[in-house]
């Protein structure tokens, strides 16, 4: 499971187009009335890049809200992650692949 999306990296400005996006790793923020989950993203330059286990061309941390309980009983956790990446800004044309 991974998202295909336009992107820019943000520290050169650079843009890919059809970048895959995947979900690396994730960690509840467990700070007293903060109950979010951090979500780190690598983007690579293609599904190809990914399969030949190259370097990610960026880093992404971004933080979303942590699933009510059973909310993600039908889908799975992962599932969750991915949909609620497209929520935001940045992942809102991305598509699955």
Do not use: C, S, W
């Amino acid at each position: 499971m991974a998202l295909q999306a336009n992107v820019t990296i943000n520290e050169t400005g650079l843009g890919v187009n059809a970048a895959y996006v995947r979900v690396h790793a994730y960690t509840r923020i467990n700070d007293p009335g903060l109950t979010n989950l951090q979500v780190v993203l690598h983007t690579y330059a293609d599904a190809a890049a990914r399969a030949a286990n190259k370097r990610p061309i960026a880093e992404n941390v971004v933080e979303i809200a942590e699933p009510v309980q059973g909310a993600i009983a039908a889908t799975g956790l992962v599932a969750y992650l991915y949909t609620q990446v497209k929520t935001l800004p940045e992942f809102a044309a991305a598509v699955d692949v």
